[in-house]
């Protein structure tokens, strides 16, 4: 196990409010060949006291299955309120069909009806994995035309599934970010390649988390593990256990976990060229 070097999280010199903005855009695609103008929802967010002639890192957050954009305003802060610029693209949008269900005299459940519930994802197929990536493409796009981003010094985040998609993005494009973070996502199946471009994926900084104590922790399985090493990724895995006994369990650990990202992307962003091993951490 190596040691992880701690470092401050103050990186700019305050001076203005915190900055919101809620936007739903309309300008060319990056990734799509065809001159069709297109509209996305997303939320950029500033640091608090944003300083212009600072180029700050950016984080660009994709939301879990359960949630949307609006996420980032929980998990921006608890990451860092003043150390990054912030972007979160809305998923896509999905639906599933939820049974209404009634007790009949005899004690039988009895189906009544179907219900459609909208919700926003990142599923896994050619069509979703391709439009997932233009939409992190077009977040970075607008980060970078509205606050002052340093273009090397951008880290692709998400949480569950959106945790799954944006080791799929970045393991696609590895050249593009300066690491990627799965907070308790799957690692992507390998029916679509995520390993395609391996060698290139050597250089790509990854931090996963796992865990016990839920059942909606996925965990890593010895193939996995194999893969990893045969593939020569560079992958800090860290293990942050639910405690039943604790209060608000699942929040605390969150903030343990957030509060580690922060530390493991500022290292990163102020220290591209450190030698990062592969880091097994009980918590």
Known sequence: MSNA??????????????????AVESFSPRRNGDSRRRAFPHFLVAPIKYEKNYSYPLLVWLHDSSSNEAELFDVAPQISSRNYVAVAPRG????????????SNDGRLVVEKTRQTAYYDWPETEEGVSEAENLVFHSIDQALAKFNVHRRRVFLLGRGTGGTMALRVALRNPREFAGVVSIDGAFPTLERQPLRDW????????????GLGSSAIPQLTPKQLRLFHTAGLTVVIRQYNERPDEPNAAETRMKKILLDVNRWTMERALNPQAP???MFQAR
């Open 276 to 278: 990062i091993s592969e």
């Open 92 to 103: 896509l949008a999905a639906s599933r069909s939820d049974l209404v269900c009634s007790r």
């Open 5 to 22: 070097k701690t470092l401050r999280p103050v990186v700019a010199v305050p001076r203005t409010a915190s900055v919101f903005e809620s």
């Open 199 to 210: 060698r290139s994926a050597r250089d790509l900084p990854i931090l996963m988390t796992t």
